[in-house]
Nanobody, 122 residues
């Protein structure tokens, strides 16, 4: 069974940084687009960032552009989300995702991680 595991998350102060990781169980994901979504209390899940299978093409939600960076290491079957200049509004459960087609706003990824809590205090 394919799995996406998200070790990480945590509590940071506003203005701080945090890096999330997501490890895929199979190398087949090396050809898959990877991405991150988040869901805050009382809100719907929203797109955060995505990266193509090759790692060449990256996209971000407007709310995180310039602050977050997505990257991947296909040799380790891992995708990362580097989050800088964190704000209290970034507090949410962050979900890793994988898809056989490009991930973008409105996408329905094929696979999801279990989610990891990120809390930004003020």
């Amino acid at each position: 069974q394919v799995q996406l595991v998200e070790p990480g998350g945590g509590l940071v102060q506003a203005g701080g940084s945090l890096r999330l990781s997501c490890v895929a169980s199979e190398r087949t994901f090396s050809n898959y687009a990877r991405g991150w979504f988040r869901q805050a209390p009382g809100k719907e899940r929203e797109f955060v960032a995505a990266i193509s299978g090759s790692g060449v093409i990256k996209s971000y939600a407007d709310s995180v552009k310039g602050r977050f960076t997505i990257s991947r290491d296909n040799a380790k079957n891992t995708v990362y989300l580097q989050m800088n200049s964190l704000k209290p509004g970034d507090t949410a459960v962050y979900y890793c995702a994988a898809a056989s087609s490009p991930i973008q706003l409105g996408s329905r990824p094929d696979y999801w991680g279990q989610g990891t809590q990120v809390t930004v205090s003020s």
